[in-house]
């Protein structure tokens, strides 16, 4: 039925390695047009080094060719990376089309390319060079997906201040996911002028590059066989609609878009989505759960251990001793235009410490919290963090690599991976890289992916939340999500845990059960900020309270003492002080409406 | 002798078919192509594959439409004279070398043709012919018109005059005619048509010792180009030069009447379109036109085929449709001459083919399988292709 299968398979190899170019930076969330640049690029940098003999009698042309140009592609990759990869969204696509199409123009006016006429090379790619092409480049994704780049890279795809604060480098992951793309495409440039003998400027435009993302996007931009399931569909479609004799002309260009259309309304995440969703191909090929093997049977090994012993624990970072300064800040402000929402803040947190920063709705303590974590500059003042001083040039994630994890007032997960997943990303901090080893199939990365899985299974067991393992964190109830967010930045072993509000939304119950986890952590050592709406739960689990009002602090001490402050009760009720009793009616109020503080 | 060759012929063919029937490449009615008597008496039984792969979508549809049209209309034609009959298959390359390479092995593996003519667009050809060529099947390009078709292999053929056949005769002729010394040339250096065609002006102008006094590039889709005619003006050329798609030759020519450029205006091959006329109107008068198709032509074979395909598709056929049925013709030249409708023998007669009289003259291959006919500057007069005296 498909004529001359050899072609037809040698095309949907080739195409799905420029797919799979694509598939490199989609996986990290960058919607990039430039690849069809590069490939031209690479393509026209490897027929002026391809040799006509082996190499030194044994290298074969092709492989001197694509070497150079993977190298062309993720070189030009990388200059044009350092400032593009910062634009989001279809920001970058612009900017990355109208490089491509510099790149055109440059080389139609070239004499070495042969301008607009193109240049005629050898052929030296058919059906093997091709497969093995895009079998190598297919792996190197599988084996990606399951390693710390590749979590951290469905990280930044989800939520890029997430990703920030569990200490990925997200500038520089996105720089890497760029450059990949870059070298496969450059591979890709340099296969597909070897297999059609021509190598033509003009070929590599717009629409060859927006062929490419779609293809993509309808294989499935989140699983590793992705682009080469939307690669097989588009090479098949024309075969198909000749093998069932429809006559050439309009009519198969609108069956084509027709089946398009039907691909992208009912399966938004491409035929990868079906795939993974139908098999259980899901676990070995998920963008971010580990490979099947390394699942255990039962997500909570600790629980069926049957005699072999649990994997070696990651070695934890050292802890700062109790009383060693965690934190200091003095006269800190910051000002949002005429508004100022702190001022001249000085704070201090010692190791060992709960700490609980309370005060009424607009009072400052998330903006407290961001100056903290190195989300927001501050205005003025001095900030330093587990030794790092803050100041303009010091980004979020090195901030949470010293040592600070923190959960968001409003819940920040990674909606679409699974709840093991999102404590997957929380070992950024602590886990190794794995890929390279990942590649070689090494006894050691298995260990330490054991470990790492270990470490993120522990923390969920912690929160309760072990048996939703695969549940996807956007279908937990809130209290869960906030139940989760607390396990995954625990996954970090931080030093300083800042928690925004972590009992929004929780029943008594509930507070109660996070209150005990809350005075555990600190046995472990581990320094706590606690910002909290529940005042009641802040005296009972805090050993110091910080009472906040209007960017000011208006009180500081032990919180028995601060409950009875005079400021403290006028700041939350409005009038001079009638007691303690008072304060504690007003906060069982602000429990029983849960979330509506927010 | 020619009896014995042809028996010769047909037993190889015979004997061949029976060893090679099992083999599914070169199935199909190999044997059965050979045919009795020679030339008009030529009876072939089975009907000989001619496989088209033209661009019938995408950004060259227009040109694929009307080749599609000569070539049906040619092979209707043959197929009512009798004798010998073909079975055309058309296919889609839209416009896509890939589509156009997995055609072409298609039509050179599982679904074997005798001849393979095409494909639309030259940069495709680059990229398709050397298949061809490699299976051994003759491929006729009907409308590739760039340099280094030819040279991919001696199976591929083309009756369309390329640029550097066409242009030195239109610049001679343009320069007799209005005695010209100093011109602007003007083409959009993008595209690998218009490029071509520009060298072959630059080279023909330096030929007959026109000065260039500015030479002004631009981009295939360019359509504003009254800062650029302003350039050219400054100098006052005595004529302006373009090579440029009729996309762009359209704007250019209604923008360079509109800022009172009167001089004449000397076009490659992609002014040669009745769209020119069309489209620009009033200000296309003037325009001078090499073309590889005298369409005013007062020969029968001109006129019936312009009067055939008339009836047929209720328009006028451009050079693009008669190239296409040209292109049948030879091919039919071809198979009668040595009453095989066999690859080999094909091209094997194809490259003799001499003196053949087409809807575009007498026509010959040149030693290197390109196209050898006379070539006719025409000139826009009242609306219509006039033949510049």
Redesign the interface.
């Known amino acids: 039925m498909f ?2 299968s ?3 398979f040698t ?1 949907i190899a080739l ?1 799905g390695v420029f797919a799979y170019s694509f598939y490199a930076v989609l996986v990290a969330g960058q919607l990039s047009l430039g690849q069809a640049g590069f490939a031209s690029l690479a393509a026209f940098a490897s027929t002026q080094a391809v040799p006509d003999e082996p190499m030194f009698g044994v290298v074969p042309p092709l492989a001197v060719g694509i070497v150079v140009g993977m190298v062309t592609g993720a070189f030009a990759a990388f200059v044009l990376g350092l400032p593009v990869t910062r634009l989001r969204g279809v920001f970058l696509a612009i900017a990355t089309l109208g490089f491509a199409e510099m790149i ?2 440059v080389l ?2 070239q004499s070495w390319t042969g ?4 240049l ?1 090379v050898p ?1 030296l790619v058919g059906p093997p060079e091709a497969w093995i092409a895009v079998g190598v480049i297919g792996f190197w994704f599988l084996r990606q997906g399951g390693s710390k780049l590749g979590r951290a890279l469905a990280a930044i795809r989800e939520d890029e201040l997430a990703a920030k604060a569990m200490g990925i480098d997200v500038t520089r992951y996105r720089l890497a996911a760029f450059v990949t793309a870059g070298a496969v495409a450059g591979l890709f440039g340099v296969l597909w002028v070897h297999f ?3 190598a ?1 400027p ?2 590599f435009s717009f629409a060859f590059a927006v062929d490419g993302l779609v293809t993509t996007v309808v294989g499935g931009s989140t699983f590793f066989l992705g682009p080469l399931l939307g690669s097989g569909f588009f090479t098949a479609v ?2 198909l609609q ?1 093998a069932v004799g429809i006559e ?3 009519l ?2 609108f069956i084509a878009g027709v089946l398009l259309l039907v691909v992208v309304l009912f399966l938004p995440d491409g035929f990868g989505g079906l795939v993974s969703k139908l098999g259980r191909l899901r676990r070995w090929g998920g963008p971010v759960l580990a490979r099947g093997s390394l699942v255990p049977r039962s997500p909570m090994p600790d629980r069926t251990m049957d005699g072999t012993s649990p994997p070696p624990a990651l070695p934890a970072p050292k802890l700062p001793p109790p009383g060693d300064e965690v934190v200091r800040m003095s006269g800190v402000s910051k000002d949002y235009g005429g508004v100022h929402a702190v001022r001249d803040v000085d704070l201090e947190i010692r190791g060992g410490e709960i700490l609980g920063l309370i005060g009424p709705n607009g009072a400052g303590k998330t903006t407290l919290v961001n100056i903290l974590t190195g989300m927001t500059e501050p205005s003025a003042g001095e900030v330093r963090v587990l030794g790092v001083r803050l100041g303009g040039s010091v980004p979020a994630h090195r901030v949470a690599l010293a040592g600070v994890s923190r959960t968001f007032q409003h819940s920040k997960l990674f909606e679409r991976l699974s709840v093991l997943d999102n404590v997957l990303v929380g070992t950024h901090r602590v886990a190794p890289s794995t890929l390279l080893r990942r590649m070689l199939f090494l006894p050691s990365a298995r260990r330490t992916e054991r470990q790492v899985l270990a470490s993120a299974l522990a923390r969920l067991e912690r929160v309760g939340l072990a048996e939703r393992a695969t549940t996807p964190a956007g279908d937990l109830a809130y209290g869960d999500q906030r139940r989760l967010e607390i396990a995954r930045a625990l996954a970090a072993q931080p030093s300083l845990l800042v928690l925004d509000e972590p009992a929004a939304g929780m029943n008594h119950v509930e507070a109660a059960e996070l209150s005990e986890l809350i005075r555990t952590l600190a046995d472990d050592g581990i320094t706590v900020l606690l910002i909290e709406h529940n005042v009641r739960m802040v005296l009972d689990t805090c050993t110091r309270v910080v009472v906040l009002d209007f960017g000011e602090v208006i009180a500081s001490g032990e919180p028995d003492v601060v409950a009875r402050d005079p400021h403290v009760v006028e700041a939350y009720l409005g009038t001079a002080a009638e007691g303690e009793a008072e304060l504690a009616v007003e906060t069982s109020a602000h429990e029983a409406d849960g979330s509506g503080e927010q | 002798m020619r009896w014995f060759r042809t028996a010769a012929v047909a037993a190889a063919a015979v004997t061949l078919a029976a060893c090679t029937s099992a083999d599914e490449t070169s199935a199909g009615p190999e044997g059965e192509l050979v045919g009795s008597g020679t030339g008009d008496e030529c009876t072939i039984d089975s009907p000989v594959p001619v496989g088209a792969v033209l661009s ?2 995408g950004a060259a549809a227009s040109y694929g439409e009307t080749q599609r049209n000569g070539l049906e209309l040619a092979v209707d034609q043959l197929n009512e004279a009798g004798g010998v009959t073909y079975e055309l298959t ?3 390359d ?1 416009t896509d ?3 156009g ?3 072409f ?2 039509f050179t ?3 074997p043709q005798s001849v393979i003519i095409g494909p639309t667009l030259s ?1 495709t050809a ?2 398709t012919d ?1 298949i061809a060529h490699e299976a051994g099947t003759p491929v006729l390009g009907i409308s590739n018109t ?3 078709i030819t040279e991919i292999g001696n199976y591929v053929f083309r009756d369309s005059l390329t640029e550097s056949a066409v242009i030195p005769e239109t610049v001679a002729a343009a320069t007799e005619a209005y005695g010209l010394q100093d011109v602007v040339v003007m083409y959009s ?4 048509f ?3 065609g520009y060298e072959a002006f630059a080279a023909a102008l330096d030929e007959v010792g026109v000065e260039v006094s500015e030479t002004i590039t631009f981009s295939k889709s360019d359509t504003e180009f009254r800062a650029l005619l302003e350039q050219a003006a400054s100098s006052d050329p005595d004529a302006l030069v373009v090579s440029a798609l009729i996309e762009a030759a359209v704007p250019l020519v209604t923008q360079a009447r509109e800022a009172g450029m009167q001089m004449p205006i000397i076009g490659g091959n992609g002014f040669n379109s009745p769209q020119l006329m069309a489209d620009a109107g009033d200000a296309a008068e003037g325009v001078v036109v090499g073309a590889a198709w005298n369409s005013t032509a007062d020969d029968p074979l001109t006129t019936e085929f312009i009067q055939s395909y008339e009836d047929e598709y209720g328009a006028q056929p451009d050079q693009f449709a008669a190239q296409a049925y040209a292109g049948m013709t030879l091919v039919d030249s071809a198979v009668r001459a040595g009453c095989s409708g066999e690859r080999e023998a094909i091209r094997e007669n194809l490259a003799g083919l001499s003196d053949v009289p087409t809807v575009l003259g007498e026509f010959s291959f040149t030693d290197g399988r390109d196209a050898e006919h006379p070539a006719v500057v025409q000139v826009v007069e009242d609306g219509s292709f006039a033949v510049l005296e």
């Open positions: 004529a001359d050899s072609t037809t095309l195409t055109r123009i139609i006016n301008g607009a006429q193109g005629s052929k059609s003998r021509f033509d003009n070929e024309p075969e000749r050439a002309g309009w198969r260009p | 019938l979508t058309v296919e889609d839209q070398p890939k589509q390479i997995t055609v092995e298609q593996g599982s679904d940069n680059k990229q050397p760039a340099e280094g250096n993008d595209d690998a218009t490029e071509s």
